[in-house]
């Protein structure tokens, strides 16, 4: 078993409370709750869930390192693919769980080098925690003609022309978990033993048992479905009226994700840099993830109206849209600043590092030109 950091008693006081406040779910709720709620409330309770309280999540004194704290290189590179896309819909931008605001900043600086800025940045936040420090790092870093573009909606607005983007936003979507026994699918939730959660299986129903069903998978097979991405999904393609939404995430197609195999499924859990698989562990300091079945979401934006415009390994996204020219602003001659940022693109681009695990997918709706970032080394054949 992994060792992992202790935390401080005010961290232990505030896993109490996000515990106490399950437990009270799983109270009325007759016992048990699927983990999928479970997952939910430790990831978004309001005021108490991992995203929502105020503990530090990004970047080396946190539990995980996302590619714009990596390298301003990735917002700088995605700004071209993001530049076709609005100039083309002569729209706006909607980023979806901005994290640190890292990113909308990387973005919008390169917009405006490359005179292609949009009229209004959106962010679309649901934690109270993270808008302020959005916030606060736009206001920072941004000269206030930029900062001013920046606005936090609360819900999707009903009509959204431009790109929509989502980096490493599916992944932290709610999941079911589904085992596979001799007499059928069996939902894994969560009870109560002795005051401590454990694990406790149910029957599948309804459009969790349709979905597992029509996965044909082995018995004695664990994985996760996550019935939340494709509703997203939905969602985002009836406000888009024109442009594309460019989601970026760990993951697989369906045939790989659901690989005989992979029997136990992906689910994992982040903690001060440590990874492991107790979700039920330390709820509410945790992040909790799981990969992204991207053939699930080709087919949502099928289903309403969008055109799955392409789907690549996040190196041949960056090196499709550039990033050897961002790259190359600096002069190898600059020593100091040259080989810091080559370091950091063989961090986003190396099979060993994020370009392989990492897709990007495009689905758009009333786009004729291709999109640049999936011009060579597309895979939507394998979706």
Not at 76 to 97: C, F, H, K, W, Y
Not at 201 to 222: F, I, K, Q, W
Request: a negative charge; glycine letters at 10%; proline letters at 5%.
């Amino acid at each position: 078993m992994i060792s992992l950091p202790l935390p401080s008693t005010e961290q232990l006081a505030h896993s109490a409370a996000v515990a106490a406040a399950i437990r009270a779910e799983i109270a009325v709720s007759g016992g048990w709750v699927g983990f999928s709620r479970f997952m939910e409330m430790a990831l978004y309770a309001p005021g108490l869930g991992y995203y929502s309280a105020g503990m530090q999540k990004f970047g080396s004194g946190g539990d995980f390192v996302t590619a714009p704290e990596i390298s301003s290189l990735f917002g700088r590179t995605l700004a071209r693919q993001v530049a076709q896309v609005v100039r083309a819909s002569d729209g706006d931008i909607m980023e979806l769980g901005a994290g640190t605001g890292r990113l909308a900043v990387q973005l919008l600086a390169e917009l405006q080098r490359i005179n292609a800025l949009p009229g209004r940045y959106f962010i679309l936040e649901v934690s109270a925690h993270l808008r302020a420090v959005q916030q606060e790092t736009v206001l920072r870093e941004l000269p206030e003609a930029l900062a001013s573009r920046v606005e936090w909606l609360d819900a999707l607005p009903a009509d959204f022309t431009g790109c929509m983007l989502g980096n490493e936003v599916l992944d932290a979507l709610p999941v079911h978990l589904v085992a596979h026994r001799e007499d059928g699918f069996y939902e894994r939730g969560v009870g109560i033993e002795d005051a401590a959660f454990m694990w406790s299986e149910r029957p599948a129903t309804g459009p969790l048992a349709d979905a597992a069903r029509a996965l044909a998978l082995p018995h004695g097979y664990m994985t996760e479905i996550c019935l939340a991405a494709p509703a997203l999904i939905a969602t985002l393609a009836e406000r888009l009226k024109q442009g594309a939404l460019v989601l970026i995430d760990y993951g697989f197609p369906r045939r790989e994700y659901y690989h005989p195999q992979r029997s136990g499924g992906t689910l994992m859990c982040h903690y001060r840099h440590h990874a492991h698989d107790d979700p039920l562990l330390y709820p509410g300091l945790q992040d909790i993830t799981a990969h992204v079945d991207f053939t699930s979401v080709a087919e949502a934006g099928v289903a309403h109206g969008m055109q799955v415009s392409g789907y690549v390994s996040q190196a041949q996204f960056l090196i499709n849209s550039g990033i050897t020219d961002v790259l190359a602003q600096v002069s190898p001659g600059d020593a100091a600043a040259y080989f810091p940022l080559a370091a950091e693109a063989q961090k986003l681009i190396s099979p060993a590092e994020m370009g392989e695990l990492f897709k990007v997918i495009a689905l758009s709706k009333g786009l004729s030109e291709p999109l640049l970032g999936f011009a060579r080394g597309d895979k939507r054949h394998t979706l």
